[in-house]
């Protein structure tokens, strides 16, 4: 499987959608850059552990962001193998995020 253009989403659609925000970035990005306030933080290696669980809505929007979409994308894709309907990714990632004027936190 391979993510494709109709999952990405630009800044300003994912600032106001209502959707869960996962952050996919390495600890030392968010250290220097900050994350997204209410972003879930998530490793890439560890999404099937956390929402592979039988008990989450999978319909639930979720809104994944990384450094760029070469890093969210196979997170996309991943989500939507374990049965998630309703996945996308930000065109530009987090640096995108944080130009748009995404609250941001340390």
């Known amino acids: 499987m391979s ?3 109709a999952s990405l989403i630009s800044p300003a659609e994912a600032a106001s959608a209502t959707a869960t925000l996962i952050d996919v970035r390495s ?3 968010r250290i220097e850059f900050g994350t997204v306030a209410g972003a ?12 592979g669980a039988a ?7 979720i809104v ?11 997170v ?4 939507k193998g374990l049965g998630y309907t309703d996945v996308s990714h ?17």
Request: aromatic residues 6%; charged residues 35%.
């Open 3 to 5: 993510s494709n253009d």
């Open 27 to 29: 600890e030392k990005s």
């Open 40 to 51: 879930i933080v998530v490793d890439k290696a560890a999404v099937e552990a956390e929402f």
């Open 55 to 61: 008990d989450r809505d999978r319909d639930e929007p």
């Open 64 to 74: 994944v962001f990384c450094g760029s979409v070469q890093g969210s994308g196979p």
């Open 76 to 79: 996309v894709d991943e989500l």
């Open 90 to 106: 930000v065109d530009g990632g987090f640096p995108a995020l944080k130009e748009h004027g995404v609250p941001t936190v340390d």
